[in-house]
């Protein structure tokens, strides 16, 4: 198909790779088409296409699942092709054929390629065939708990459980011992169904700490493919990606050769076109073995694109429309380094538990050279627990590693989001570890280095009162005198009757408490806090905390939870209650699941006790700190 035929692209995702893709495609000369669910009417991507089509329904199998319904929306918004972006039906066969066989043009790999790879366990017994080294595992399509409690056996503990048909963490278990793989099967298969709408599993042996280096491949329809350079995303929480880097640290040029070279003779072997991504762990002999194949572009695309000056997604487009790839092998750049964080709406010190809630502070770090923000949100949009909760991607450039860290860590620390809870500051922590800093890398990174990345909740200091206290002041200030410039009140310096100038407050943040007395003509940089509404967001050390007036009224009846009450820990929905009425439980027992952004998450016991009544059942949609159930503690 000419480019001339493509005026029009629809794309079938939402957040920050919709928007992302939208813009290239903008730049193209091209219509584009965004779809929604109900509830992300009215998100950042909605509002940045040209054309907006309501798939309907909350949950992805509801909405972003439905392939019928995306490729009637392309036919109605007259959209020739349609781009799936990552995750949802990105890597789904039947989808790409279904788009095919009504005409439109699927901007991604055939889907005979993505049969060929869609499923973990057939790549990797045609990646065994092509003699790639493979991590030990169980590939087989019996799904019973009976064959893999066998094969994990053989395998030895611990073992990892995997969806076949997806990634991102998404139907992901480590399963440490065989008592817990009954309940690991289950709730992946759950999370694999509702993800990409396939429950199956493959098993492998659990490698620790190996580093996870990926390979960029690029094919044409003429037979032509390359490999652009190589990502190490290493840095992972819950066995998903937080930080990525191209190139990897200390590869050498052999070991980049050998594994790109592995990347392309498994590209060509499935008759791939477009942009995929082979990913490999890589021990500490320089030994690697093949993971998966991602049949799609992957979310930390933008290092690629910051150390070869490509777009990618361009890229796509053209290859789609039949053109051949404009370099070859030896002419693919590589210059400086770059490193990407995904900003996630989550609670580090809460086990990484995904977060929702209205955005009422959104700033992203100024535009200049070797900067670059994708971003899926604006101020004042929800962040909803029905989708993955990443807000936004910080990439940075610099003719060395080194320089890449540092601009980044200069990035975030101009970034500010109130309104939930972010991984701002742990991403800071990374970026600013010695370990980070010296490039010792593996996928044990965050655990080794918890105490310093997830340190407790410090007490905070007078010095902090006093900073929130002043911006407060000062805000105070700066809100009257729009509306009257000219009263006394504004005034921080005027003479007071019989009083001297001390202002006196109480104030909350982070759960604490403090009566501030200070001096009101104090002066706060500007730089330290921001005002929203009437919540004042002070930085200290490298944390963003909310300040707000203490209203003793308001917080009249907020009334403890009381002894051994369970809530919700996050907004979601209830998918599996595990115990009854009466039962008898022991500390740590599972007792609830919940869904929410796609994921899984055990509600469990934290003393033992008895389960005396219970307010949810499967099914119900719950708010954060709505109480699940009610428990009698043992003494």
């Given amino acids: 198909m000419n480019l001339e035929v493509i005026s029009t692209v629809l794309v079938a995702n939402r957040g920050e790779i919709a928007c992302r893709i939208m813009r290239t495609a903008k730049a193209l000369g091209l219509t584009t088409v965004a779809v929604h669910s109900d509830i992300d009417r009215n998100a950042r991507h909605v509002r940045e296409a040209d054309i907006a089509v309501n798939l309907g329904g909350a949950k992805a199998s509801d909405s972003y699942l ?9 036919q109605s918004s007259g959209a020739q092709a349609i781009h799936p972006g990552y995750g949802f039906l990105s890597e789904n066969a039947d989808f790409a054929r279904q788009v095919e066989q009504a005409g439109l043009v699927f901007l991604g790999p055939p889907a005979t390629a993505m049969e060929a790879m869609a499923s973990k366990s057939a790549a990797k017994t045609l990646m065994a065939k092509a003699r790639v080294p493979l991590v030990p595992g169980y590939h087989g399509e019996d799904q019973r708990l009976e064959t893999f409690r066998a094969a994990c056996m053989q395998l030895g503990y611990p073992v990892l ?20 793989l009954a309940e690991a099967l289950a709730s992946a298969q759950r999370e694999a169904q509702s993800s990409f709408g396939d429950g199956r599993l493959l098993a492998e042996k659990y490698l620790a700490t190996p580093r996870h280096v990926e390979i960029q491949v690029f094919a044409d329809r003429h037979g032509h493919c390359l490999y652009l350079n190589e990502r190490d995303c290493s840095i992972q929480r819950r066995h998903q990606k937080v930080v990525e880097e191209a190139p990897a640290p200390g590869l050498s040029a052999e070991l980049r050769r050998a594994m790109g070279e592995a990347a392309v ?26 993971m998966e194949m991602n049949t799609r572009l992957q979310v930390e695309h933008p290092v690629t694109e910051a150390i ?45 538990l995904p977060a929702s809630g209205r955005l009422l502070v959104y700033r992203e770090p100024c535009a200049g050279p070797g900067r670059r923000v994708d971003s899926g949100v604006a101020q004042g949009d929800e962040v909803s627990p029905f989708y993955d909760p990443m807000l936004a991607k910080l990439i940075a450039w610099g ?65 902090f009162w006093q900073r929130a206290a002043a911006g407060l002041l000062a805000t105070d200030a700066d809100r009257q005198r729009v509306d009257d410039p000219r009263s006394p009140w504004t005034r921080r310096d005027s003479w007071r009757c019989g009083l001297p100038g001390v ?37 200290w ?39 009854e009425v009466g039962q008898a439980v022991e500390a740590g027992a599972a007792l609830v699941v919940l869904e929410a952004m796609k994921m899984e998450h055990s509600v469990r016991a934290s003393e033992a006790g008895t389960v005396s009544a219970i307010h949810c059942a499967e099914g119900d949609r719950v708010d954060e700190g709505s109480v699940l159930l009610a428990m009698e503690v043992r003494p």
């Fill in 66 to 74: 439905l392939g019928d319904r995306i490729i009637a929306a392309a």
């Fill in 161 to 180: 459980l995997k969806a076949t048909a997806g990634g991102g963490g998404k139907g992901m278990k480590v399963v440490e011992s065989a008592d817990e």
């Fill in 265 to 290: 003779q498994a590209a060509l072997a499935i008759g791939y076109v477009g942009a995929g991504t082979v990913e490999f762990l890589l021990d500490e002999r320089g030994g690697f073995f093949f």
């Fill in 308 to 352: 070869t000056g490509l777009d990618l997604v361009a890229w796509q487009i053209r290859i789609a429309r039949g053109d051949p790839l404009p370099i070859t092998q030896q002419h693919v750049p590589l210059n400086g380094h770059a490193i990407e964080v995904r900003l996630y709406a989550e609670d580090p010190e809460g086990g990484f």
């Fill in 399 to 463: 003719e060395s590693r080194e320089e890449a860290r540092q601009r980044l860590l200069a990035m975030l620390g101009e970034t500010i989001v109130g309104g939930c809870k972010t991984n701002l500051a742990f991403l800071q922590r990374v970026l600013a570890h010695p370990a980070f800093a010296q490039a010792e890398l593996d996928t044990g990174f965050i655990e080794r280095h918890k105490a310093q990345l997830l340190p407790p909740a410090e007490v905070l200091p007078e010095a």
């Fill in 503 to 539: 202002a006196r407050m109480t104030l909350v943040s982070a759960g604490q408490r403090q009566v501030v007395r200070f001096d009101a003509t104090t002066v706060v940089a500007e730089t330290s806090v921001f005002r929203a509404a009437d919540t004042l967001y002070v930085r």
């Fill in 541 to 579: 050390g490298v944390d963003w905390h909310a300040v707000c007036r203490f209203d003793p009224m308001a917080n009249a009846d907020a009334l403890p939870l009381a002894a051994g009450g369970l809530s919700a820990p996050m907004n979601g929905c209830i998918v599996r209650v595990l115990i």
